[in-house]
């Protein structure tokens, strides 16, 4: 299958919603418990800035087959350089390398931002993410136990980080320890 990624637009958000909708009905690589409503995914999406893009994978019939998102980590300004990313791959494309793909963009997205770290917050029984994440090189920076309660069991949760080439520049023109300016 040949693919290709692109920013998400309106037109695409019924198929986002579609592919994350199943994992919240039948996964705990998300905790919501409830599907997203047309209503909540369109205030999601529009509060994504550039900062903060929406991805999608479509394949050769520009059918949306995954879909990636760099999130605000927190709404305090000093974790402004910061992001977590979100990698959704449609349950019947799975290991044709679409997260794979889906996460190198989003990692070089990240950089091409200004983006000081990413942070995957997976859940611990989500190994074939955990071990991707892993494979693109980032590493274990903390582990919450029985945070979460899905499906009747309690769930375990892995926070992994990976640092932009230009974390270790320093000067640059977002640099950290630019003096934040209030408007």
């Known amino acids: 299958m040949s693919i290709r990624i692109r920013n998400a637009t309106v ?38 800035t550039e900062r903060h893009p929406v991805t999608v994978v479509v394949d050769e019939r520009d059918t949306v087959v995954g879909w990636g998102a760099l999130n605000a980590f927190h709404s305090r300004c000093a974790y402004r350089f910061t992001v977590e990313n979100s990698i959704y791959v449609h349950h019947e494309h799975h290991r044709q390398g679409i997260g794979r793909a889906l996460l190198q963009d989003l990692l070089e997205r990240a950089a091409r931002l200004g983006h000081h770290s990413v942070l995957a917050v997976i859940s611990a029984d989500q190994l074939p993410s955990v071990e991707l994440h892993r494979a693109m090189g980032f ?19 892995v926070y992994l980080q990976w640092f932009t080439p230009s974390a270790k520049t320093a000067g640059s023109s977002l640099s950290p320890n630019r003096p934040v300016t209030k408007k």
Not at 20 to 30: A, D, E, Q, R
Request: glycine share 4%; charged share 25%; proline share 2%.
């Open 11 to 48: 037109a695409d958000l019924e198929a986002i919603n579609d592919i994350y909708n199943f994992y919240v009905l039948h996964s705990t690589c998300t905790y919501q418990e409830s599907p997203s409503t047309m209503e909540e995914r369109k205030a999601w999406f529009a509060a994504h």
């Open 139 to 157: 590493a274990e920076v903390g582990r919450f136990r029985e945070i979460g309660f899905k499906f009747n069991q309690w769930l375990d949760v």
